[in-house]
C-alpha cells in the first residue's frame, strides 16, 4: 500500500452528481477516508448517502469534481484495483442456481485469493454468521437476511483493504450483528478503511469512528461520535408516569422544561440526569405518585435533528428513488 493510499484510500473533492433528469444528487461534496478510520455516513432518505457510495465505486461518474480510491481516479480504476475493494449494495446479486458457499468461493476466487485459502475465509465467515448448517442450500432459498449475511461475508472473504457498505446491518439477527461489528473492528484495526451508510443510531455508534451527517447531498456535519454527542450532552430527555391529575403549580429545578399529558410527564434536562432527585421530589410535593420512569440520553439521531431540524428517516435498503434513470 503507497503512502498515498494508506493517507486517503477514499478522496471526493467537490464531488457532485446530477441525475438525467436534472435533480441533484450529490452537491459538491468533500471527504476524506483514511487507513484504519470507520466512516459512517447517516442522513434522511434522498440525502444522499446511497449516491456518495455509487460514485465511490465507480458506478456513478461525478458531475462535477473529484473522486479519487486507493489512489486513482474512479474512471482508471483496473481489475486489480477492484480486488481491494469489498462493496455491499443495497440489492444482492447471486447465482441462484449454485449452492450459496459456491457463490461466496466463486467470489472469493475471483478476488485473487488461492483456492485454499478462499476455502479457509469463505468456511470461517460462514461459521461467524451462522450460516454453515445452510451452505449448500442456494441463495434463492434463503431468507432476506441471510441473503444480506451472504452478502457481508462475500466482501470481507479477500480480506480488501476498503470496505464500502450500504446499510450493512439490515436484515441482521444479534448474533450476527455482533459478529459484524467485531468483524469490521479487526479489518479496520489492521489498516483497511470502512465507509458505511446507515442510519441506525446505536449501530452508528458502536461502529464509527467518525460520524458524517448528509442533508440535500451537502456535508452537514463531519465528526467524531463524542463529539457531535457533546452538542447535547446536557440534554436529558425524562418521562414520568403518574397517577394523579396534572398540576399546574408544581415548582420543578431549574433547567427542567416539564409538558404534562395524562398520566405522564415529559421533562428535558438541561443538567443531565442529575436532576432525576430533585425532579421526582417536585414530582411527589405537588401530590401524585411516581408509577415508573425512564431516563434517555441524546444519541446521533438527535443530534442530527439539533443540527438540521429534521429527522432521520428510518433505515431503508436503498434511498435513491432515481434509480432506473442511472442504469446503464
Do not use: W
Amino acid at each position: 500500500m503507497t503512502q498515498e493510499d494508506r493517507s486517503a484510500l477514499v478522496r471526493l473533492e467537490g464531488a457532485s452528481y446530477r441525475y438525467r433528469s436534472g435533480r441533484a444528487g450529490v452537491g459538491r461534496v468533500t471527504l476524506d477516508v483514511g487507513a484504519g478510520e470507520r466512516v459512517v455516513l447517516m442522513g434522511p432518505n434522498g440525502s444522499g448517502k446511497t449516491t456518495v457510495l455509487r460514485m465511490i465505486t465507480g458506478e456513478l461518474p461525478p458531475s462535477d469534481g473529484s473522486v479519487r480510491v486507493l489512489g486513482h481516479p474512479t474512471a482508471s480504476l483496473r481489475a486489480e484495483h477492484r480486488r481491494r475493494m469489498g462493496v455491499v449494495a443495497a440489492e444482492s446479486v447471486h447465482v441462484d442456481a449454485l449452492p450459496a458457499h459456491q457463490n461466496a468461493l466463486f467470489f472469493a476466487r475471483a478476488a485473487g485469493l488461492s483456492r485454499d485459502r478462499a476455502k479457509a475465509a469463505v468456511g470461517e465467515l460462514f461459521e461467524r454468521f451462522g450460516l454453515t448448517a445452510d451452505e449448500d442450500v442456494p441463495p434463492s432459498e434463503y431468507s432476506f437476511g441471510m441473503r444480506r449475511k451472504l452478502l457481508l461475508l462475500e466482501a470481507l472473504a479477500h480480506e480488501p483493504d476498503l470496505l464500502v457498505l450500504d446499510e450493512p446491518f439490515l436484515g441482521l439477527d444479534p448474533s450476527a450483528r455482533s459478529a459484524l461489528l467485531d468483524l469490521l473492528h479487526m479489518r479496520a484495526s489492521s489498516g483497511a478503511a470502512v465507509l458505511a451508510a446507515m442510519n441506525g443510531p446505536a449501530d452508528a455508534l458502536a461502529l464509527a469512528s467518525r460520524v458524517v451527517f448528509l442533508l440535500g447531498g451537502e456535508v452537514v456535519a463531519d465528526e467524531t461520535p463524542d463529539t457531535l454527542l457533546r452538542r447535547l450532552a446536557k440534554r436529558t430527555v425524562i418521562t414520568i408516569e403518574v397517577d394523579g391529575p396534572p398540576c399546574r403549580d408544581a415548582v420543578y429545578p431549574e433547567g427542567v422544561t416539564v409538558s404534562e399529558a395524562a398520566g405522564s410527564l415529559l421533562a428535558t434536562s438541561e443538567f443531565g440526569p442529575g436532576v432525576l432527585p430533585a425532579l421526582c421530589q417536585a414530582v411527589l410535593a405537588s401530590g401524585r405518585t411516581i408509577r415508573s420512569v425512564r431516563v434517555k440520553e441524546p444519541d446521533l439521531a438527535d443530534v442530527f435533528a439539533h443540527l438540521t431540524g429534521q429527522p432521520l428517516a428510518p433505515a431503508a435498503p436503498s434511498e435513491d428513488p432515481s434509480l432506473p434513470e442511472t442504469a446503464p
